[in-house]
Nanobody
Framework: QVQLVESGGGLVQAGGSLRLSCAAS????????MAWFRQAPGKEREFVTS????????YYADSVKGRFTISRDNAKNTMYLQMNSPKFEDTDVYYC????????????????WGQGTQVTVSS
């Protein structure tokens, strides 16, 4: 089992940059595939990006490809989302999640979730 806590959200100007972190507790972080999802009020939770336990397999939603970068540091039990050149439409609550396979892009494929962190992009 793993507990996840996101941080780093806030207000950022369009075209700026922001880095989100997801800190995990438990000794099994390195065995999980990790992902970022986002959700706006009244909308379904949307896949953003994911990576495998060793960081070798990485997947991005088309909407963020080339702007966002996912990474992890297993020694620190932490995953990151570097958001470069964010757009107004990236405004959402961002959630980190842990699961077994990075290939999957649906929320039901991930077993553990953080509480979310709000990202607001000003235009």
């Amino acid at each position: 089992q793993v507990q996840l806590v996101e941080s780093g959200g806030g207000l950022v100007q369009a075209g700026g940059s922001l880095r989100l972190s997801c800190a995990a507790s438990g000794r099994t972080f390195s065995s999980y595939a990790m992902a970022w999802f986002r959700q706006a009020p009244g909308k379904e939770r949307e896949f953003v990006t994911s990576l495998s336990w060793n960081g070798e397999m990485i997947y991005y939603a088309d909407s963020v490809k080339g702007r966002f970068t996912i990474s992890r540091d297993n020694a620190k039990n932490t995953m990151y989302l570097q958001m470069n050149s964010p757009k107004f439409e990236d405004t959402d609550v961002y959630y980190c999640a842990a699961g077994s396979v990075a290939y999957y892009r649906t929320p039901v494929s991930y077993n553990y979730w953080g509480q979310g962190t709000q990202v607001t992009v000003s235009s």
